[in-house]
């Protein structure tokens, strides 16, 4: 079975550009989510939808960051401008419906180098 | 303000014996906890979860026993194996009626087993 595809898997880029993240979630998955690995900070979500639906994008740092879940099957994550400060692992996950309590499967990440 | 928190970053114990990973967390109204393990350059993993109804939930060689009172969840892994060696992630959630878990994680504790 695909599990969560994510894309790129790594990104180096410069400072003030734009960086586009790509993810694929598990077919019939009806949740996804995005969350970003530091090592100051851990693993932190950043936004999930339901149903295409953004529900709770508090963990977004700032302006600069925006996620987008066109259809069921894709979601991007967007930086604009990017900042070095900006630099981790960002996972997406997705998970079934059938209940509150579904655990989120994980894609392998995107390593996002802001030079 | 750490609500989930993993205190011990390491861990190195003998193949064969057990591992005991622990967790503590903060927020009163988290009531589904789950374990993940992470090896490098990959998403992390489910591997047990455990609802606040419960004390213990057994799968495997993976146990997680829960103790409410004192907000302190713990992973016996027994026996250990080599192949065991990864980041475990303690990580929690609250009912919400909105579909889908937000999940709050630990920091992670690195386990290696050796041979």
């Known amino acids: 079975d695909a599990g969560v595809i994510q894309s790129p898997r790594h990104e180096v880029t410069e400072m003030g550009q734009e960086v586009t993240l790509r993810c694929k979630p598990i077919?019939?998955?009806?949740?996804l989510f995005w969350y970003r690995q530091t090592m100051m900070r851990g693993l932190e979500l950043l936004i999930y939808?339901?149903?295409?639906?953004?529900?709770?994008d508090s963990g977004m740092p700032e302006d600069r960051f925006s996620a987008k879940m066109p259809n069921a099957s894709f979601s991007t994550l967007k930086i604009q401008p990017s900042e070095p400060r900006d630099s981790a692992v960002y996972f997406c996950?997705?998970?079934?419906?059938?209940?509150?309590?579904?655990?989120?499967?994980f894609g392998d990440g995107t390593r996002l180098s802001i030079l | 303000d750490q609500q989930v928190k993993q205190n011990s970053p390491s861990l190195s114990v003998q193949e064969g014996r057990i591992s005991i990973l622990n967790c503590d967390y903060t927020?009163?109204?988290?009531?589904?906890f789950l374990w993940y393990k992470k090896y490098p350059a990959e998403g992390p993993t489910f591997l047990i979860s455990?609802?606040?109804?419960?004390d213990k939930n057994e799968d495997g060689r993976f146990t997680v026993f829960l103790n409410k009172s004192a907000k302190h969840l713990s992973l016996h892994i027994v026996p250990s194996q080599p192949g065991d060696s990864a980041v475990y992630f303690c990580?929690?959630?609250?009912?919400?009626?909105?579909?889908?878990?937000?999940?709050?994680f630990g920091g992670g504790t690195r386990v290696l087993v050796k041979p």
């Open positions: 996950a997705s998970s079934q419906p059938g209940g509150l309590n579904q655990p989120q499967h």
């Open positions: 077919s019939g998955h009806n949740s």
């Open positions: 939808f339901n149903n295409n639906v953004p529900i709770d």
């Open positions: 927020n009163s109204m988290f009531d589904y």
């Open positions: 455990i609802s606040s109804i419960k």
């Open positions: 990580a929690a959630s609250a009912m919400i009626k909105a579909a889908g878990n937000k999940l709050t």
